[in-house]
C-alpha cells in the first residue's frame, strides 16, 4: 500500500471527460478521489469530505473556480486544503486573480498525467 491510497483527492469540473481523466490519472497513482460536476455543491462537498487536496477547474457556470477559491480559503474548515487550479486560460491575469483568491497551484489544458501528478504531490508535502 502506497502512501497515496490515504489520499482523498477532491476535483471540481463540470466538464465529464476531465473529471473522467483526472479520476483515472489519480486511480493509476493510487489516490482516492471524489468528484463533484456541480459548482454549488462543491463548497459543501469539500467542508463534508475534508480532501487531502482540490482540482478545481477556473470556468464553469453559476459558480466560478475563482469564486469556489474564495470561499474555501475563507472557510475555517477549508482554508488549508491545497487547491490546484484547472484551466484553459493561460493568461498571466488569470494565473493572477487564481493566486489572489488562494490557489496553491497551476495547471493548463491540455495538461499530461504526469505534470498533474508533480503538481499533486509538491503541493500535498507542503502540508
Not at 487536496?53 to 472557510?75: Q, R, S, V
Amino acid at each position: 500500500m502506497s502512501d497515496n491510497e490515504q489520499k482523498l483527492i477532491l476535483i471540481i469540473d463540470d466538464e465529464e471527460a476531465i473529471v473522467l481523466l483526472l479520476e483515472t490519472i489519480l486511480g493509476v497513482y493510487n489516490f482516492r478521489s471524489k468528484s463533484c460536476m456541480e459548482p454549488k455543491k462543491a463548497f459543501d462537498m469539500a467542508v463534508e469530505l475534508k480532501p487531502d487536496l482540490i482540482i478545481l477547474d477556473i470556468a464553469m457556470p453559476e459558480m466560478d473556480g475563482y469564486e469556489i477559491c474564495t470561499k474555501l480559503k475563507n472557510t475555517p474548515e477549508t482554508k488549508d486544503i491545497p487547491v490546484l487550479m484547472v484551466t484553459a486560460l493561460a493568461l498571466i491575469q488569470d494565473k493572477k486573480r487564481g493566486l489572489e483568491c488562494g490557489a496553491d497551484g497551476f495547471i493548463f489544458k491540455p495538461f499530461e498525467p504526469q505534470m498533474v501528478i508533480e503538481e499533486i504531490e509538491k503541493l500535498i508535502q507542503v502540508i
